[in-house]
């Protein structure tokens, strides 16, 4: 019964890391590495973001859509949740908010980069 209970256990658990992996991956930009959300739009980081706190809400999240965490989903390593105001999460790199490009039409589109001298590719450290 022991073995059951401890491989049930690891098993919840490495299903619950997976899908927080599927939220985002890694992808490979003109010889860069970037993240991406699990349809492969680019992710970006916002300059007026604090550590684990966003600041884009209203016409800005409908420009700069945040990547939603589910309400059950967990930290993992560089990868943590952040509050929003609306009472959802929002998955965060290295304590900076991550969010996709409205004007991002395809896998692989990098139009959000720079824009308002605010806006970045997330990059992994």
């Known amino acids: 019964m022991k073995a059951i209970t401890v491989g049930l256990a690891a098993l919840l658990l490495s299903t619950a890391a997976s899908f927080a992996a599927t939220a985002w991956m890694e992808a490979d930009a003109g010889g860069s590495k970037i993240f991406t959300d699990a349809k492969g739009m680019t992710l970006y980081t916002y300059d007026k973001d604090e550590a ?15 990547l939603k965490a589910e309400a059950d989903a967990k930290a993992e390593g560089d990868w943590t949740l952040v509050d929003r105001t609306d009472g959802t999460k929002m998955w965060a790199y290295d304590g900076k908010p991550v969010y996709t490009f409205i004007k991002d039409q395809k896998a692989g589109d990098l139009t959000g980069d720079g824009v308002g001298g605010v806006w970045h590719i997330a990059k992994p450290d």
């Open 52 to 66: 684990g706190k966003t600041n884009c809400y209203d016409k800005c999240a409908t420009n700069w859509p945040p």
